[in-house]
């Protein structure tokens, strides 16, 4: 993930929070309501960014597991 994509994610994750703080008092059916209402992030359109993450995770997962295999050869 380059940095300006981690920055926007930051900002993005604490306008939410932030959101979230002043609903406080709100019913569980108000806030899924204003959460479903938005146009650029409606719940059921995540395939995108779901696949981006796999994509992300799978490759970590793989750096870490090449670094393990190296060190043990390494050991032996």
């Given at each position: ?6 920055g926007?994610?930051?900002?993005d ?13 709100c ?14 992030r ?28 190296v060190?043990?050869?390494l050991?032996?």
């Amino acid at each position: 993930m380059g940095e300006t994509r981690k920055g926007r994610l930051v900002e993005d994750v604490y306008k939410e929070v932030s959101e979230w703080s002043r609903m406080e008092g709100c019913m569980v059916d108000e806030l899924v309501d204003k959460d479903m209402s938005r146009q650029h992030r409606r719940w059921l359109d995540i395939e995108v960014d779901a696949y981006a993450l796999g994509v992300e995770l799978e490759s970590q997962i793989f750096d870490s597991l090449v670094k393990e295999v190296v060190a043990e050869i390494l050991l032996f």
